[in-house]
């Protein structure tokens, strides 16, 4: 049997930060990884599925063993299972050229984030064989903890003004972003749109502030929770047909002022005049 290439995000501990001693319990995922395992989506070549670190806490505040390399909380595995062929050639040839579909996804996560666009945490990536293309891989991600939906974090904070304004502002920056790096999500929904509210990260110091002290982050954060599907474009769009539906699927959701003006901070980030 062909063996298992890995890729760790860091140095924490290998297989062993999840509790794990075989590469091949995250290419064919099931109750074995945890007794809290729960697959979320099985079928046409793909597996979903998320379980806790070690020693995360359970619904009642138990504990099963001491944290790890990892710290606590939970992951989520994709694990691909001979996929159509011509999905994993277009990995392999299109940008950013990879030799697996969980490659592919590593890839682009690594450059989302290289170019400020949130996204769930990569911590390994796997993949069986040394040839030019592997149909059996894996990723594991750190599930976004504290965070919803775009729409749900719209219902949360219905009646706080001040609020939605930050969220907008901050999912602009994000759009301007996405749209800078290059990167082509034509399959991109408001579901896969997370934010965290605000106030859990710190800044850079701001004017005023005493030299080196932190200032509390007032924007919430936004992150995406999915990329399947996605490929770099040699030359970054500056306005990418495949975004407008995105938007405007997004707009459903806010209010007619709250529209215009996420279109128009979107505009204002992408300005090629802005310092």
């Known amino acids: 049997m062909a063996e298992v290439r890995i890729t760790f995000a860091g140095e924490f501990g290998g297989l062993a930060a999840l509790g794990l001693t075989d590469a091949e319990l995250l290419l064919e995922p099931d109750a074995r990884l945890s007794e809290r395992y729960e697959e979320l989506e099985r079928g046409a070549g793909r597996t979903r599925a998320r379980f806790p670190l070690p020693g995360t806490?359970?619904?009642?505040?138990?504990?099963s063993g001491a944290p790890l390399g990892l710290g606590t909380g939970w992951v989520r595995l994709t694990a691909w299972r001979d996929p159509a062929w011509g999905r994993v050639l277009r990995a392999r040839w299109s940008h950013p050229r990879s030799a697996s579909l969980a490659e592919r996804e590593w890839n682009l996560l690594?450059?989302?984030?290289?170019?400020?666009?949130?996204?769930?945490?990569?911590?390994?990536v796997g993949a069986r064989g040394a040839g030019p293309v592997a149909r059996r891989s894996f990723l594991v991600v750190r599930e976004l903890d504290g965070a919803l939906p775009f729409e749900r974090w719209l219902r949360g904070y219905g009646g706080d003004a001040e609020?939605?304004?930050?969220?907008?502002?901050?999912?602009?920056?994000?759009?301007?972003?996405?749209?800078?790096?290059?990167?082509?999500?034509?399959?991109l929904?408001?579901?896969?749109?997370?934010?965290?509210?605000?106030g859990g990260e710190c800044e850079h110091?701001?004017?005023g502030a005493p030299p080196g002290a932190p200032r509390k982050n007032r924007l919430p954060g936004v992150a995406?929770?999915?990329?399947?599907?996605?490929r770099l474009a040699p030359v970054p769009p500056h306005e990418p047909a495949w975004l407008e539906p995105f938007l405007a699927e997004l707009e459903r959701a806010l209010a007619p002022a709250e529209r215009a003006e996420l279109r128009a901070r979107a505009a204002a980030e992408l300005?090629?005049?802005?310092?």
């Open 163 to 187: 609020e939605r304004a930050r969220g907008l502002r901050s999912l602009a920056l994000t759009l301007a972003n996405l749209r800078r790096s290059g990167v082509v999500l034509a399959r």
């Open 57 to 63: 806490p359970d619904v009642h505040g138990r504990l």
């Open 110 to 124: 690594c450059h989302l984030r290289a170019h400020g666009v949130g996204t769930c945490e990569p911590l390994l």
């Open 189 to 198: 929904s408001p579901a896969q749109v997370w934010l965290t509210p605000a």
């Open 271 to 275: 300005d090629p005049s802005r310092p």
């Open 205 to 207: 110091e701001g004017p």
């Open 224 to 230: 995406l929770s999915d990329v399947e599907e996605g």
